[in-house]
């Protein structure tokens, strides 16, 4: 069982992103966090927990929030967790020092993702975000020192400001700061944000992409999905494979008995009913596309016996065009940049 729990509060808002979340809400940090400690219990308890074998504090900025408001809820986490569990939180630069993360590692987090996205300070300017080059490098020598041995870097690509020799150098940063995981993301103009429509801020390259993915296996940091490299987040790899997960907090979405669970978008409304939830029923169809989709894009593959005749006879199709390879019952993409059109193809 995973559990995912979305910390909402933010420094500023980045002007490309489309996550939940909120600035200048500090006064109701108190009471969110009751909030989703009673949604936490309520579902360890409607569910049957027994065990999560990973845990990932998303956000918003997880590291904006003292870790004091951390400490309740991991005194009811624990009992569910072991030395095996997988324990992630993300972190700006900016708002990460070695106290916090050093109480963070404390309380049982194991692994840190920074949310650095480049290490141009010209780029981080057009990104919108609040730090700079330098405290990425502050931040890693931090974590280090705090303990971590598992850390990621979030990179974006596909910028007006990217070309080869300034994404070698992105990677080149990478491989100097000696993290175990990279996640790099090419720049969506997301709806409802201040970037929708701004095609002059991208550079749309399928070279470009296929470069950054190459260079960033060359360090060492492999490839096991679309916008992943290195040693595989287990979370993760529970979403792509289908797994049931708890989605804790405002904004959260959870996945249980075929079933999605969506918690209020609205911060207030959550903290006064933090286990509503809005229910999505999937059928038997909706899953199968699904795991198509999750699985071309990935190291987990499409399992033969999920899919319909008709869909068998079109990955069929494209394995004799190389495609794809099927091996031990599972069909694999050769090439992830193509993930999303091949399971367009296997799904009709």
């Not at 404390?106 to 290490?119: E, H, T």
């Not at 996640?183 to 550079?203: C, I, V």
Request: aromatic share 12%; net charge positive.
């Amino acid at each position: 069982m995973l559990l995912y729990i979305h910390i909402p509060f933010c420094e500023s808002k980045c002007p490309y992103c489309a996550f939940g979340s909120v600035t200048n809400a500090q006064a109701l940090t108190g009471g969110y966090f009751d909030a989703l400690l009673t949604d936490i219990k309520f579902q360890i308890d409607k569910f049957k927990i027994s065990k999560f074998s990973s845990v990932f504090i998303g956000g918003g900025t997880p590291s904006a929030v003292s870790a004091k408001f951390y400490k309740k809820i991991f005194a009811e986490i624990s009992p569910f967790c072991n030395d095996k569990t997988e324990i992630t939180s993300e972190a700006n630069p900016n708002s990460t020092n070695l106290r916090w993360l050093k109480d963070m590692r404390n309380l049982g987090v194991n692994r840190i993702s920074f949310g650095a996205q480049s290490f141009f300070d010209d780029k981080l300017e057009l990104l919108g975000r609040a730090h700079n080059c330098t405290q990425i490098y502050k931040a890693v020598q931090n974590a280090k020192n705090a303990g971590f041995r598992n850390i990621n870097i979030d990179l974006i690509y596909a910028t007006k400001l990217d070309n080869k020799k300034r994404l070698a150098q992105e990677v080149l940063a990478l491989k100097n700061l000696g993290v175990t995981h990279a996640s790099a993301y090419s720049l969506t103009l997301e709806e409802n944000t201040p970037f929708e429509r701004k095609f002059e801020l991208r550079n749309d390259s399928a070279a470009l992409a296929k470069f950054m993915m190459k260079q960033i296996e060359n360090i060492g940091l492999k490839q096991y999905e679309v916008s992943n490299f290195g040693k595989p987040c287990k979370h993760n790899l529970g979403y792509w494979q289908g797994k049931e997960y708890i989605g804790a907090g405002a904004y959260s979405v959870g996945f249980m008995r075929s079933a999605r669970y969506y918690a209020q978008k609205d911060l207030a409304g959550y903290i006064a009913s933090p286990t509503h939830r809005e229910i999505e029923v999937l059928n038997d169809d909706e899953l199968r596309m699904e795991h198509v989709f999750l699985g071309a894009r990935s190291c987990v593959g499409i399992d033969e016996r999920r899919l319909t005749p008709q869909q068998r006879q079109r990955a069929e199709i494209l394995r004799r065009s190389r495609k794809l390879k099927f091996e031990r019952g599972r069909y694999f993409v050769k090439n992830f940049l193509l993930a999303d059109e091949i399971a367009l193809f296997i799904n009709g």
